[in-house]
């Protein structure tokens, strides 16, 4: 069992940066692979950025590359989210996901076993 708590979202400019946090409990967290997806109202939850169970691997969204970063911490059970360069299309709630280290899934949201409640982020123009 994992349970996950997101932090850091907020409301930025055009062009600013925000960094999320994702804060898990569970001592098999290193097993895990993590992602990072969102949601705008009236769209479906896609993916933003994942990360294999040993950090070593990441995945991005196309829209995104260049732009964030994901990283995780096994010893503090973190993993984390960079946004540079924010535009206004990246307004969405932001959720923390674990799931089994398969990397071929690793972008498909119901192939996630865990995930957190959610942070706000809103770039406005």
């Known amino acids: 069992q994992v349970q996950l708590v997101e932090s850091g979202g907020g409301l930025v400019q055009a062009g600013g940066s925000l960094s999320l946090s994702c804060a898990a409990s569970?001592?098999?967290?290193?097993?895990?692979?993590m992602g990072w997806f969102r949601q705008a109202p009236g769209k479906e939850r896609e993916f933003v950025a994942g990360?294999?169970?040993?950090?070593?691997?990441?995945y991005y969204k196309d829209t995104v590359k260049g732009r964030f970063t994901i990283s995780r911490d096994n010893v503090k059970n973190t993993v984390d989210l960079q946004m540079n360069s924010l535009k206004p299309e990246d307004t969405a709630v932001y959720y923390c996901?674990?799931?089994?280290?398969?990397?071929?899934?690793?972008?498909?949201?119901?192939?996630?076993?865990?995930w957190g409640q959610g942070t706000q982020v809103t770039v406005s123009s």
């Open positions: 569970g001592r098999t967290f290193s097993a895990y692979r």
């Open positions: 990360v294999t169970s040993n950090g070593l691997n990441t």
């Open positions: 996901a674990a799931g089994p280290n398969i990397i071929a899934t690793i972008r498909i949201p119901r192939t996630y076993d865990y």
